[in-house]
């Protein structure tokens, strides 16, 4: 998903007051947490990060991985992309 998508979709909720939270590690949820940002006084920035595509095969793990947190063996070669992680 793009940004643009993800407005795009956002904005058609009408209450815009409405919380935004992701599930917690073991069950529950969270509010989403922007880390990694740069403040510019009023809001936090979210970082730009190197995202490897189609990384991981394991259901436990997300699909893509941050080009820092790769094995350094691992030979195989991924298409990156820059991306927001919230």
């Known amino acids: 998903m793009t940004i643009?998508?993800?407005i795009e979709s956002l904005s058609k909720i009408e209450d815009q007051d409405i919380r935004?939270?992701?599930k917690g590690y073991?069950?529950?949820v969270d509010?989403?947490?922007i880390g990694n940002g740069i403040d510019n006084?009023?809001?936090v920035i979210p970082a730009i990060q190197y995202v490897a595509l189609d990384v991981?095969?394991?259901w436990y793990y997300?699909?893509?991985e941050r080009v820092d947190d790769i094995d350094p063996s691992n030979s195989r070669?991924?298409?990156i992309v820059k991306a927001i992680i919230l």
Request: charged share 30%.
């Open 77 to 79: 070669e991924y298409q």
């Open 4 to 6: 643009k998508e993800l």
């Open 41 to 43: 006084n009023t809001t």
């Open 31 to 33: 509010d989403i947490v």
């Open 62 to 64: 997300g699909r893509h």
């Open 20 to 22: 935004v939270m992701v």
């Open 56 to 58: 991981n095969e394991q």
């Open 26 to 28: 073991e069950g529950g």
